[in-house]
């Protein structure tokens, strides 16, 4: 498709296991973004990647929380050891490079933790 | 501190009424400043930017928003609203490598 894939949309896991989570951004947009959406916390920055730069990791919220993108194209965020306070939305966005260009948003991936 | 204030959790209005969905943003942050809606269970579709020139910008859906300096505010605005207009509504600015959000005004059409 045209927009921003991620996969799965629903994740339910038990406390301590380690998930995945798959994002696909737009074809040709090179940078691009994780994103938490938790009930009265609103939407928090994670991490951002720009081409071959090193990534903006300084939202990322423990060390339990990882990112890669490879090839320049497809990201995953993986979270080890998951919590019960880790069930939220994540949403990944993509966009061409520079600083005013705006992001295109999956539809996220609704995770919940037992 | 917020950078971005959006100063109504929720606004509940009237189909075919006029709207105005309140939005300040701080010094800290660059003007470059997005409005986005988000339906149930979708991601944030972008609803309109201000990134220079006219301070009124218009955006999809009959949506348009005022940039304000002297206020440092971004109100959003709609004439006259319609039942799918009922949504979730961001307003948001740019960081240095992110997007800073507002928590959110949550917009509820009455028939």
């Known amino acids: 498709g045209a927009g921003v894939s991620q996969s799965p949309s629903n994740k339910v896991t038990e406390k301590g296991k380690d998930v995945e989570l798959r994002c696909d951004p737009i074809?040709?947009?090179?940078?691009l973004y994780w994103y938490r959406q938790s009930l009265g916390q609103g939407l928090e920055f994670l991490i951002y990647?720009?081409?071959?730069?090193?990534?903006?990791k300084s939202g990322l919220p423990s060390d339990r929380f990882s990112a890669e993108r490879t090839g320049g194209s497809v990201s995953t965020l993986t979270i080890q050891r998951t919590q019960q306070e880790d069930s939220a939305v994540y949403l990944c966005?993509?966009?061409?490079?520079?600083?005013?260009?705006?992001?295109?948003f999956g539809d996220g991936t609704r995770l919940s933790i037992l | 501190a917020q950078s971005v204030t959006q100063l109504d959790s929720q606004v509940p209005v009237f189909e075919e009424a006029p709207v105005e969905l309140r939005c300040n943003y701080s010094?800290?942050?660059?003007?470059?400043l997005f409005w986005y809606v988000q339906y149930p269970n979708q991601g944030l579709q972008l609803l309109l930017k201000?990134?220079?020139?006219?301070?009124l910008v218009k955006g999809i859906n009959g949506f348009e928003a005022e940039f304000n300096k002297s206020q440092t505010s971004f109100h959003l605005r709609k004439p006259s609203v319609h039942i799918s207009d009922t949504a979730e509504y961001f307003c948001?600015?740019?960081?240095?490598?992110?997007?800073?959000f507002g928590t959110g005004t949550r917009l509820t059409v009455i028939p």
């Open positions: 966005a993509s966009s061409f490079g520079g600083f005013n260009q705006p992001q295109h």
């Open positions: 074809s040709g947009h090179t940078a």
């Open positions: 990647f720009q081409g071959n730069s090193a990534p903006d």
């Open positions: 201000y990134l220079s020139g006219s301070t």
């Open positions: 010094s800290s942050v660059s003007v470059y």
């Open positions: 948001a600015a740019r960081g240095a490598n992110n997007l800073f």
